[in-house]
């Protein structure tokens, strides 16, 4: 991967672990100051946004860290591959009889 589009990516990161907790804050103090609970709603959106950034993180680190695996051929037999032709003249799958 060529080094200035990892970078753009990991900068991405960054700003989506960022947005997601700073939206997580801001909107427990909004419901702090709507409902005047002061600390519970601030306490629990920075929770939220903080388990919700690196979830999001990992999900979208996985390719970058195992290329290989969603790369990797479908090394099942034949037989155990599902069907993924969509010629009607391809024999090679079981039809149940029908001509």
Known sequence: MDRRLLALRLTGLGWYVAACIV?????????????????????????LGTVAAFYGLFKMIQPLVRPEQSRK???????????????????THDDGGNP
């Not at 939206?23 to 920075?46: C, M, S």
């Not at 051929?73 to 024999?91: F, G, H, L, T, V």
């Open 23 to 47: 939206i997580g804050v801001v909107g427990g103090v909004a419901l702090d100051k709507w409902l005047g609970l002061e600390p519970l709603f601030t306490l629990l959106g920075t929770v």
């Open 73 to 91: 051929a479908d090394c099942r037999p034949k037989e155990m591959r599902p069907n993924q032709s969509i010629d009607p003249d391809d024999k």
